[in-house]
C-alpha cells in the first residue's frame, strides 16, 4: 500500500486538527495515522498526518490545492510519497563500520531507501563499495582543491538524484556554501556525546576524565560545525578498566545504531526542523 506523508508545522492556533483532518477527509483521503506535538514555550504547532494513497487525486493537484489550503492558515509543510524512495549518498573516509552498516541495512529492507553511489576522499572503501555492487568514486581533497571537491560532489548528487547525503564517518569538514545548498538534507555522526567532547579523539577524551558513560550524537551538519539540530543520540555504560581501545568498539557500536536511527527517521519523513531543534516523531506508523 502506497502512502502519502505530510509534515506541518505553524504557530499554535484554535481548529488546526480539525481543519487539516478535514482537508483530507473531503477528498477522500483515509488516514492512516496523525501525530501532533504543541511547543507551548514558543507556541509553536507540529503535526504528522500519514494518509492511504488511494490514487484518487494527483500528486500535483493535492499539493496545489493544500499550497492555497496552508497559506491561509500560514502553514509549512513538506511532503512524501511512498513510492518515490529516499535516494542517499554516502560520505565516507576510512572508517568502514558506519557506511557498511547502512548498505547492509539497505540491502536487508531495514533502510526504505536507495544508495546509488558511494563518495570518498581516500580510497580504502572501494572494496566495500563493490561488495555491495555500488558505484565508488574516488575524490581526494586538500585545504587548496576543497571548492573543486565539493563541485566533484555535487555533479555526483545531481547525475544520481540525491535526496539526502550521510556523513557516514566522512572526517572532512564540509563549506559553509556545501551545507546551506543542502541544508537540512546532510546527516553527520559525531563520534560523541554531543556537547560534551567534541574536536579529536573524544574517547580518548573521556577515558582521561574517568567516565561511566559514552556516546554518540547524529545531527544535520550546519556551518557551525558539530552544532546541527540534533537527531539521535545514544549512550553506553562503560567501567574504570576499560581501555581507550575498548571505549573506540564499544563507541562504533554506538555511532552504527544512533546513525542508522537518525537516517530512518530523515527517510521516513519523520523529522522537522525547528531552529536548532528537531522534533523527532515516533517510529512504526
Not at 3 to 21: E, M, N, R, Y
Request: hydrophobic share 40%; with cysteine.
Amino acid at each position: 500500500m502506497n502512502a502519502i506523508v505530510f509534515l506541518i508545522q505553524c504557530p499554535d492556533q484554535k481548529g488546526l486538527v480539525a481543519g487539516i483532518t478535514s482537508f483530507f477527509s473531503e477528498r477522500d483521503f483515509n488516514i492512516l495515522h496523525c501525530q501532533q506535538y504543541t511547543d507551548v514555550q514558543d507556541s509553536q504547532y507540529f503535526m504528522r498526518i500519514k494518509l492511504e494513497d488511494n490514487g484518487g487525486l494527483e500528486h500535483s493537484l493535492l499539493e496545489q490545492q493544500f499550497t492555497e489550503f496552508a497559506t491561509a492558515l500560514n502553514l509549512t509543510w513538506s511532503v512524501r510519497y511512498s513510492d518515490q524512495p529516499y535516494r542517499v549518498a554516502l560520505l565516507v573516509t576510512r572508517a568502514s563500520h558506519c557506511p557498511y552498516d547502512l548498505l547492509s541495512r539497505e540491502l536487508e529492507g531495514e533502510l526504505k531507501c536507495e544508495i546509488p553511489v558511494v563518495i570518498g576522499n581516500h580510497n580504502d572503501l572501494a572494496g566495500m563499495a563493490k561488495q555491495f555492487n555500488k558505484p565508488f568514486y574516488h575524490l581526494p581533497i586538500t585545504k587548496e582543491t576543497k571548492p573543486q571537491q565539493e563541485a566533484q560532489i555535487n555533479s555526483l548528487l545531481e547525475e544520481y538524484d540525491i535526496d539526502l547525503v550521510v556523513m557516514a564517518r566522512y572526517m572532512q569538514i564540509l563549506s559553509e556554501a556545501f551545507v546551506e545548498q543542502h541544508a537540512g538534507h546532510v546527516i553527520n555522526i559525531h563520534h560523541g556525546f554531543l556537547p560534551a567532547f567534541q574536536g579529536a579523539k573524544p574517547y580518548h577524551q573521556a577515558y582521561d576524565r574517568g567516565v561511566k558513560i559514552i556516546g554518540a550524537t547524529s545531527h544535520y551538519a550546519t556551518a557551525d560545525l558539530d552544532e546541527g539540530p540534533i537527531i539521535e543520540q545514544g549512550v553506553e555504560r562503560v567501567m574504570h578498566d576499560n581501555s581507550p581501545e575498548d571505549l573506540v568498539m564499544i563507541g562504533k557500536d554506538i555511532e552504527r545504531l544512533v546513525l542508522a536511527k537518525a537516517v530512518k527517521a530523515h527517510i521516513e519523513h519523520r523529522i522537522i526542523i525547528s531552529g536548532r531543534r528537531t522534533i523527532v516523531f515516533s517510529e512504526g506508523a
